[in-house]
């Protein structure tokens, strides 16, 4: 069974920064797509960050140049690191691993949130 364990979440102030990781227990986790989505009370589930199999990242118009996505192959983790929080960043972030396989067969796993809350 495919596991995602988040870590890191809590409260800062505006300004600081948090660690977002995210192990994923996939035997196969090199090829997987991995990246960060957060979810805002009242507001819809939005992409922050993503990093493909190849090291390709695509990020958020609101977070570039603050956030930064990676991966650790080896340790089948993939880290968010987050800098000069906004109270806008207040959310749910989920952890995502996905993967298109042949004829059309996706695999689409999410982990179960953890709270980042930005606030003086």
């Known amino acids: 069974q495919v596991q995602l364990v988040e870590s890191g979440g809590g409260l800062v102030q505006p300004g600081g920064s948090l660690r977002l990781s995210c192990v994923v227990s996939?035997?196969?986790?090199?090829?997987?797509?991995v990246g960060w989505y957060r979810q805002a009370p009242g507001k819809q589930r939005e992409l922050v960050a993503a990093?493909?199999?190849?090291?390709?990242?695509n990020y958020a118009d609101s977070v570039k140049g603050r956030f930064t996505i990676s991966r650790d192959n080896a340790k089948n983790t993939v880290v968010l690191q987050m800098n000069s929080l906004k109270p806008e960043d207040t959310a749910v972030y989920y952890c995502?691993?996905?993967?298109?396989?042949?004829?059309?067969?996706?695999?689409?796993?999410w982990g179960q949130g953890t709270q980042v809350t930005v606030s003086s």
């Open positions: 995502n691993a996905y993967r298109m396989a042949g004829r059309g067969t996706t695999y689409d796993y």
């Open positions: 996939i035997n196969i986790f090199s090829i997987f797509t």
């Open positions: 990093i493909t199999s190849g090291g390709s990242t």
